[in-house]
């Protein structure tokens, strides 16, 4: 594609495939194709044409797929990218220019809103240790606490800091430490980032990642301990091994050395993963599997074992609203039989696992399992299912009549587009007439089941006013000159 000098906003797309702002569909559609053909990445071999043709390949799609709807073209012809990105839409509600003014900004305020909150993301975990053996002895349930936080933050087009901090009490003993990553786009395909930590493990280091192929990642990482001054360098190889799962293979070069593998797929009813690790001085494995039951609902089974663990962990979760999830998690294993409740809020998490006993004995954690789901499942029967329903119930009906006002207000804006129309589509017709051409005399809209009740147009306040509109004025308003309606009109489905 030839380069060319950038034009006024609403050009760009049109340079782009080079054609003019005044381009037919059919214009605009060859162009597509010939650009499309011409900058296809799999056409090139070398790394970096195939990014070059990569990224105009992008440009060519995203400026076909605006320019060959008649809405978006309408949109970015009068306010450019700006209008689009901001979610304006055409619509009876907007039937004055200051009207698409002040909506457009409205939106433009919205999305500097939500802009500012994606380049502010905050994070942070609680989690407090209990054992109940301990509280049984007399010395306090509490065995010790963590709490850690981060905050990523977009300084740039190119540039993230991420900037965190924990704090872990253990019985008698605790510790804190501070650390900041600062990652920088070197291009669309490759980034480096650079790493500091103080505290219990105070360290620097550098990685680096890149896009071998569309399928494939590389990453290269090195860091100095600033305690003992040992090194620790890594190489880690990413591969998609089909739409919903990857593979990867991490070596490990330092004080402990190590060679891991590793493998994860996710889809929408599933996600699994599992491990091996092999290193030096241990080894150890470790898999999971989550089934998700419904969108509100989801199981999960996890294993762990080697030469420093061997555990079980069986247990599920439920979001209970937009944006916080409880799950509860039963594990046994050489430490103990635990018990783990989560509360997962947005990026916020609360954890408190509570150990049961010490002693692995088959009654007392079969007991254990047992009574606590016994429990859950009568509480969820009798209590929580009965509880969200009616929650459910009271939603809807707050949406229906939500909907209903929704509809009245529809009706009055477009009762109100139609006068507005009136007088031209009176014009239209009396032309039509005197030419012998298309006249509308009567057309209706709505439902198929209350058109078949040939009842014809109904009050505005009866419960089906919104089953049945009439848009004789409307058609009558785009008929043209030659005496014919765009087809998609007339191919326009009305709802069953």
Not at 123 to 140: E, K, R, V, W, Y
Not at 316 to 323: A, L, T, V
Not at 347 to 360: A, N, Y
């Amino acid at each position: 594609m030839k380069e060319e000098e950038a034009g006024p906003p609403k050009r760009e797309l049109y340079a782009v495939l080079q054609v003019s702002p005044e381009a037919t569909d059919e214009e605009i559609r060859k162009a597509y194709r010939h650009w499309a053909q011409v900058y296809h990445p799999d056409k090139y071999q070398d790394l970096h044409m195939k990014e070059i043709a990569t990224q105009n390949f992008q440009r060519i799609c995203e400026a076909y797929e605006i320019l060959s709807d008649e809405n978006k073209r309408q949109i970015y012809d009068i306010y450019g990218m700006e209008g689009l990105t901001s979610g304006l839409e055409l619509g009876p509600k907007l039937n004055k220019p200051e009207e698409l003014k002040e909506e457009l900004e409205r939106l433009r305020r919205k999305k500097e809103q939500e802009k500012m909150e994606a380049h502010f993301q905050p994070s942070g975990t609680i989690l407090a240790n209990l054992s109940l053996p301990q509280f049984l002895d007399g010395d306090g349930i509490m065995r010790g606490m963590a709490m850690s936080s981060e905050i990523h933050s977009q300084i740039s087009k190119q540039n993230t800091i991420a900037i965190g901090g924990n704090l872990e009490v253990q019985e008698n003993s605790g510790g804190s430490a501070a650390s900041a990553v600062l990652r920088h786009q070197l291009s669309s395909v490759s980034s480096v980032e650079f790493m500091a930590s103080a505290g219990l493990r105070a360290l620097i280091g550098v990685q680096t990642t890149r896009h071998l192929s569309l399928h494939s990642t590389a990453t290269i990482a090195i860091a100095k301990s600033l305690g003992d001054g040992s090194i620790n360098l890594s190489n880690t190889w990413t591969r998609q091994l089909s739409e919903t799962a990857n593979g990867n293979i991490q070596l490990l070069l330092g004080p402990e050395s190590s060679i891991t593998v590793g493998w994860q797929k996710k889809d929408e009813k599933m996600s699994a993963a599992g491990e091996l690790k092999i290193g030096t001085s241990s080894f150890g494995a470790s898999a999971h599997y989550t089934h998700r039951f419904s969108s509100v609902s989801h199981g999960r089974i996890a294993g762990r074992f080697g030469s420093t663990a061997l555990e079980i962990e069986v247990g599920g979760g439920r979001k209970i609203s937009n944006f916080g999830t409880v799950r509860t998690l039963y594990t046994i294993g050489i430490q103990g039989i635990f018990w783990k409740f989560e509360f997962h809020r947005g990026r916020q998490k609360f954890i408190i696992p509570i150990l049961l006993s010490t002693h692995l004995n088959l009654s007392f954690a079969t007991g254990a399992f047992l009574i606590p789901t016994s429990l859950y499942f009568l509480l969820k029967k009798f209590v929580v299912k009965p509880y969200y329903l009616q929650r459910e119930k009271k939603a809807a009906l707050e949406n229906k009549e939500k909907t209903s006002a929704q509809v009245r207000e529809a009706r009055a804006a477009a009762e109100k587009a139609q006068q507005l129309l009136q007088n031209v589509a009176s014009r239209k017709r009396t032309r039509q007439v005197e030419r012998n051409g298309l006249v509308i005399t009567k057309a209706v809209y709505g439902s198929g089941k209350a058109l078949k009740k040939g009842e014809g147009l109904r009050e505005v306040n009866d419960e089906s006013a919104s089953e049945v509109i009439d848009v004789t004025v409307p058609l009558n308003f785009l008929v043209n000159d030659v005496g014919q309606l765009k087809k998609s009109l007339i191919l326009m489905k009305p709802p069953s």
